[in-house]
């Protein structure tokens, strides 16, 4: 995937601009505030149509202005030219493709095939279990057809039954209650299925990457795993073959879960068990035993789990797409060591091979890019192509 131009109205401090972006990518330097982030958060709007950085759609907008708008024309097996606006005081958005208004996000989802690296993406490593299932949710919503669709009906169901048990129910309401949960078992067991596929089928990548960035000396910490933990109560181990080929196994345990906390769920007006509530468990290898990176890691490992994940979306897109992802790089390796930031350029290059946005303070920062990408230059949110 390339992406050749990008329009900008009234995004961030970006002004109104167009950039027309070299097959092979660029490296956009300038200091800290100028716009760096914003730029890759405008490309990777257009790829998942919400911010990278949980903010807002009325944040995005420029001060002073009402509107913002955006459109990439990107090139590929099939090529495709994706624009989305924003009105902060109607609080509409609209999105479109080939010019055609998408009558559902879906239909325009992921059409760049864009991956971005953050510093933030530490967080996926060290925050809590909702970080690390909006990975999930956005990796199959970008990879794997009908997961958005199942998961968006999941949710539904599920504020269903929360407005239930919210309003006043008792134990005697306990059929009431469950008048939703067909269909949240309906959707919910999809939605675990095809979580559970994705950590059988990607979990040894994520475990290769993350021993290329660290250097595979056969140390503690050179060696991590993905598992996958569904919150209904499971009693047998992590990536249990059965979640991803007996679907049907893995609904009766949801409901027998869902039966199980009902009295828990009424006083709670709360719904205790299902996919909201997984985990996806990242753990670092010791001599004694595998450890929770989140609670036992060090500030490197974290960092090179985060890596690791974002290079195993990307390979998951590159499979799904056949085509090489759009890899959008925010100065992800400033606080790597120099030997684990040549490790990642490498990987970058050698391993995916894409178009390479690639931002930084300074050129200096830059460390041994495999590939001569084009300098630009941003201050006060303007590019110097």
């Known amino acids: 995937m390339i992406l050749n131009a990008l329009e900008i109205q009234n995004f961030r401090n970006l002004g109104s601009q167009r950039l027309c972006f070299p097959p092979e990518g660029v490296a956009v330097i300038g200091e800290n505030a100028q716009g760096k982030t914003n730029l890759l958060e405008a490309i990777y709007y257009l790829e998942s149509f919400r911010s990278f950085r949980g903010a807002s759609d009325g944040e995005l907008t420029a001060f002073s202005q009402d509107v913002?708008?955006?459109?990439?024309?990107?090139?590929?097996?099939?090529?495709?030219t994706v624009a989305a606006g924003y009105d902060r005081r109607r609080k509409l958005k609209k999105v479109t493709l080939n010019g055609s208004e998408a009558?559902?996000?879906?239909?325009?989802?992921?059409?760049?095939?864009?991956?971005?690296?953050?510093?933030?993406?530490?967080?996926?490593?060290?925050?809590?279990?909702?970080?690390?299932?909006?990975?999930?949710?956005?990796?199959l919503s970008l990879s794997r057809p009908g997961y958005l669709e199942a998961l968006q009906e999941y949710r539904r169901w599920l504020g269903q039954r929360n407005a239930a048990l919210r309003s006043g129910g008792t134990e005697s309401s306990s059929g009431w209650i469950g008048a939703w949960d067909g269909g949240l078992l309906d959707a919910g067991t999809r939605v675990m299925r095809m979580r559970s596929e994705w950590v059988a089928e990607w979990g040894s990548t994520f475990s290769e990457r993350y021993r290329a960035i660290a250097g595979g000396k056969g140390t503690d910490g050179d060696s991590a795993t993905l598992a996958y933990r569904p919150k209904i109560g499971l009693p047998s181990g992590a990536n249990d073959p059965a979640l991803a080929t007996d679907p049907v196994a893995l609904r009766e345990r949801?409901?027998?879960?869902?039966?199980?906390?009902?009295?828990?769920?009424?006083?709670?007006?709360a719904t205790s068990a299902g996919p909201h509530r997984d985990e996806l468990?990242?753990?670092?290898?010791?001599?004694?035993?595998?450890?929770?990176?989140?609670?036992?890691?060090?500030?490197?490992?974290?960092?090179?789990?985060?890596?690791?994940?974002?290079?195993t979306e990307a390979a998951t897109i590159r499979r799904r797409r056949g085509e090489r992802p759009i890899l959008l790089v925010d100065d992800a390796f400033a606080e790597l060591d120099r030997g684990r930031s040549e490790r990642v350029m490498s990987l970058l290059d050698g391993k995916l091979g894409g178009q390479v946005i690639v931002t930084a303070p300074k050129e200096s920062d830059i460390r041994t890019p495999v590939r001569q990408l084009e300098r630009w230059r941003i201050r006060d949110g303007v590019v110097e192509a």
């Open 281 to 311: 468990l990242l753990s670092v290898a010791t001599q004694e035993r595998d450890l929770p990176l989140r609670h036992f890691g060090s500030g490197g490992q974290r960092r090179t789990a985060a890596l690791a994940l974002r290079l």
């Open 254 to 269: 949801f409901a027998t879960r869902l039966d199980e906390s009902l009295d828990n769920d009424l006083r709670r007006g």
């Open 103 to 139: 009558l559902k996000l879906s239909a325009a989802f992921g059409r760049l095939g864009a991956v971005v690296f953050s510093p933030g993406d530490v967080e996926l490593v060290s925050g809590g279990p909702g970080a690390r299932r909006r990975f999930l949710d956005i990796v």
């Open 68 to 80: 913002f708008h955006l459109k990439g024309e990107v090139e590929g097996d099939v090529p495709a």
